[in-house]
C-alpha cells in the first residue's frame, strides 16, 4: 500500500487497512495536501493506495463523521479545517478538560493515576531531549486521555473519543512545527503538565487554572502562525524527526 506519509507509519503498525487509509486521508486534509474543495475519487484513491474500493469507502465515511468531507456519488468532497474550527474543536476541548479536572479536584487521590501521570511526563522528557516531535505529540495526547478516562464518565470518554483523531493531527503537527521554530518552548509544555499533576496531587484550583487555563490559552499563540502560513504547514506535515 502506498502512503503519503506524513501520519506516523508506526503507529500505523498494527492497524487495518482501513484504519490506515482513514489515518492517512485524515493527515493529508488537516495539513492540507488535499486542499478544501477539492474532489476525491473512490477509484483514483484506490488505485493511489493500491487498495479495493471497501476500504476507501469506509474511511470516507469516518472522515464525513469527522467533518473533514461531505460524500459525493462515488467518492467525497473535502470540507478540510479552517482556523475557526481549530479553536472550536480547543473550546470542546477546554469544556471536557475542565470538567473532569473539576471533578478530580473533589475526588479521592488516585495514586494510580499520578504515578501513570509522571510516567508519561518522563517519557515527554526523554522525546524533547531526543526532539523526537511525533513521539513528544503521542505522549502528550496520552496524558490528557488518561486524565480524561480516569473519572470514569462514560459519554465523556465518548466525546473526547470523538474529537480525538482530530486534536491528534493537531498536536502532531503543532509539535513538529515547535521543534523546528521553538523548541525552548516545550520547556513551558513540560512545566504546564507538571503542574497539572501537581495539582490533582494537592486539589489546587487556583494552581489548575494557572496550568490549565494558560496551556490551552496559549496552544495557538506559540504555534507561531502555524494554521496560517501553508509553506509552514506543509514542512510540519513533512517532518521526519
Not at 480525538?164 to 523546528?180: A, N, Q, S, T, Y
Amino acid at each position: 500500500m502506498y502512503l503519503k506519509g506524513l501520519y506516523p507509519e508506526k503507529k500505523l503498525l498494527d492497524s487495518s487497512i482501513g484504519q490506515v487509509v482513514v489515518a492517512d486521508l485524515r493527515m493529508r486534509i488537516i495539513s492540507k495536501d488535499l486542499i478544501n474543495g477539492s474532489t476525491l475519487s473512490e477509484n483514483k484513491l484506490s488505485k493511489e493506495y493500491n487498495v479495493s474500493r471497501s476500504p476507501i469507502r469506509d474511511a470516507l465515511k469516518v472522515l464525513e463523521k469527522e467533518g473533514l468531507v461531505q460524500l459525493r456519488r462515488m467518492g467525497a468532497k473535502v470540507v478540510g479545517i479552517t482556523e475557526k474550527d481549530i479553536d472550536e474543536i480547543y473550546d470542546v476541548r477546554l469544556i471536557i478538560e475542565s470538567f473532569v479536572f473539576n471533578h478530580l479536584l473533589e475526588a479521592d487521590i488516585n495514586d494510580e493515576l499520578i504515578k501513570e501521570l509522571n510516567k508519561i511526563l518522563e517519557m515527554m522528557k526523554v522525546a524533547f531531549k531526543y526532539k523526537d516531535a511525533d513521539e513528544f505529540a503521542f505522549k502528550d495526547v496520552q496524558f490528557h486521555e488518561t486524565i480524561i478516562h480516569a473519572i470514569n464518565h462514560r459519554y465523556i470518554s465518548v466525546l473526547w473519543s470523538n474529537i480525538k483523531p482530530i486534536v491528534e493531527c493537531f498536536i502532531l503537527l503543532d509539535m513538529r512545527h515547535r521543534m523546528e521554530e521553538n523548541y525552548e518552548d516545550f520547556h513551558r509544555v513540560i512545566h504546564n503538565h507538571a503542574l497539572l499533576i501537581q495539582c490533582i496531587q494537592q486539589k489546587d484550583k487556583k494552581m489548575m487554572d494557572e496550568a490549565f487555563y494558560k496551556n490551552f490559552k496559549d496552544v495557538k499563540k506559540n504555534s507561531d502562525g502555524l494554521w496560517d502560513d501553508p509553506e509552514s504547514l506543509k514542512k510540519a506535515s513533512e517532518y521526519r524527526g
